[in-house]
Every structure is written in C-alpha cells, then in structure tokens.
C-alpha cells in the first residue's frame, strides 16, 4: 500500500462499476479514504471490499439524478469528515434506444434532460458543496470525467452524450480558474474507448470494429485511467490545472 494519498478524503461517484470502480481502487491503493458513490445497492459490497483490500472506504447509495439527494449527502459528508480533499466526478450516462444510439431528431426531450442531469447538474452542484471547504483548508483536486465525444466528433455517442462531455470541459475551466489561487485544481480526463459495461453493448463486430479503429490496436484498461486520477489528485500536480487530458490510445490527438 503507499500512502501517496495520505488518508485524504475522496469523493468518487458512479464507483460501483467500470472506470468509477477502477477510481476508487487505485486511490484507496494510494492511501486515500475513498467514499464510494452510486445509485447502484452494490456499492456497498465495493466498499467492503476496498476495507478487505486494506484500503479505507464507506459507500454512499446516492441517486445524482435527484439534486435533493445530491444535498443530503454532501451534508454527510461535510459533517462526518469536516473536509473534501479530493473529488471525482465519473458517474455518467449515455441512454440509447433500443440499444441503438439516438439522433439529434429521435432523442425524446425527457433523455436530453435526465443526461444533463446526471453528467453535468450533478458535478456542478458536487463541486459547488466542496469549494468552500477546499478553499478553507487551502486544498482541493478536482476530476471530472468527460469524454472524447467531448473533444470530437464520436459517431456512437448521442447529441446529449457529446453536449454533456463538452459542457463539462468548459465547466472544468471556469471552476479551475476560480480556485486556482486556493490551491484547488481542477481537470478533465477525456477517455476515449474503454472496456466497461457502458461500452460493451453492441454486436462482437460492432464492438472489434471500434476495438480496431483504435491505433494501439485495444482498448483502455480501467487502470489506465485510475491511475492519471492518481496523479492528478496528488500533491505533485499542483502546477496542473484547467487541462485536458486525453486517453484513447491515439484515436484523438487534439
Ligand atoms: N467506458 C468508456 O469507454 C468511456 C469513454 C469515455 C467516457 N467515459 C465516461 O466515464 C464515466 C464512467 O463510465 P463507465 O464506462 O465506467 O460507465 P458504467 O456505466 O460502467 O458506470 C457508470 C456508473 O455510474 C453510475 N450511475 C449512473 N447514473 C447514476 C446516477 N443517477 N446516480 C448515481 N450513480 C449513477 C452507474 O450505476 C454505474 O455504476 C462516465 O462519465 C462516462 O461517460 C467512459
């Protein structure tokens, strides 16, 4: 176990699966005491493990759809540590129809709201509970997760998808020169294919067809990704903040 994280309080959501699930391992790995957030009842099951694992973690059930909730939670969470150090905004969605992406013309209205929601009101209203406690304590690392589909044109994301990616990639900038003389950074990974349950749907082809298209020929392993948050949320980026970084095994090079 190193203790690059030193116990530092970490807020992960959408952990329960996927790049969230990876997130939470490698910084409760590095020593943080990771709360595990999802709308999904098996995140408790990924806390416990964590704590079998060595690490320090506790799950929180939270429905980031629903801003109450949001609320409620970040309460918990100020009240029971006093402080956010680090967090990580990963939980998000990209409904399809009929496992089929939507159009610009088929996204029914209710879809288009439920994604904002989720992938860009959630992190706001996160980031917005933990500022001023970051500001306080003079420390804050903020991740957001966005998406190649937030950097280019990706023809499988949806409109909503795609909007939500690159809403927060503007979000990430204006929060970061906010709170860049507090000794807060705040970033965006934009990952372009990755193997987890939200892109493992769609026929083998389909799915070797993109696999293919990538130039290093695979796609990202969860890991990959937990470990640049674990960079970013270290000490030793201080000096980063407001950037991109992209993950795609060369399919995007902006
Ligand atoms: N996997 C990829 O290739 C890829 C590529 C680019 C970007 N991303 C982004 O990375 C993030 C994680 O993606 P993933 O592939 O691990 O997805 P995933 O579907 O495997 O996991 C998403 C997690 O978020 C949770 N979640 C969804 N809605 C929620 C809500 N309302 N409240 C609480 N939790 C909720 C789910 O329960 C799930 O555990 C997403 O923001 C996604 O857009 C993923």
């Known amino acids: 176990m190193q203790e690059q994280l030193e116990r530092r309080i970490a807020v992960v959501t959408g952990a329960a699966s996927g790049l969230g699930l990876a997130i939470a391992e490698r910084l409760a790995k590095d020593g943080a005491h990771v709360i595990a957030v999802d ?16 690490g320090s973690a506790e799950a929180a059930i939270v429905d980031l759809s629903v801003e109450d909730e949001i609320f409620a939670f970040a309460q918990t969470v100020t009240k029971r540590h006093g402080r956010w150090d680090i967090l990580v905004n990963n939980a998000g969605i990209s409904p399809k129809i009929d496992g089929k992406r939507v159009t610009t013309e088929t996204m029914p209205m209710a879809q288009w709201h439920d994604v904002i929601a989720v992938n ?12 001023p406690i970051m500001r306080a304590r003079g420390f804050g690392r903020i991740i957001n997760i966005s998406s190649r589909a937030g950097r280019t044109l990706v023809g499988t994301a949806g409109t909503h998808y795609s909007a939500t990616k690159a809403g927060l990639i503007g979000m990430s900038r204006a929060i970061a020169g906010e709170g860049a003389k507090d000794g807060i950074t705040v970033n965006c990974i ?3 294919r990755f193997s987890t349950p939200m892109t493992e749907q769609g026929s083998p082809e389909m799915l070797a067809a993109l696999k293919a298209a990538i130039p290093v020929g695979r796609a990202g392993r969860p890991d990959e990704l937990g470990a640049m ?13 407001g950037a991109v970084f ?5 399919s995007f090079m902006g």
């Not at 970013?232 to 201080?238: F, H, I, N, R, Y």
């Open 39 to 54: 709308r999904d009842p098996s995140i408790e099951n990924v806390a416990e493990r964590l704590r079998q694992s060595g």
């Open 120 to 131: 860009l009101t959630a992190p706001l209203i996160l980031c917005r509970q933990a500022l």
């Open 190 to 192: 934009a990952p372009g």
């Open 229 to 241: 948050v674990s960079y970013l949320a270290s000490d030793a980026a201080g000096f980063v903040t």
């Open 246 to 250: 992209d993950i795609n095994g060369g």
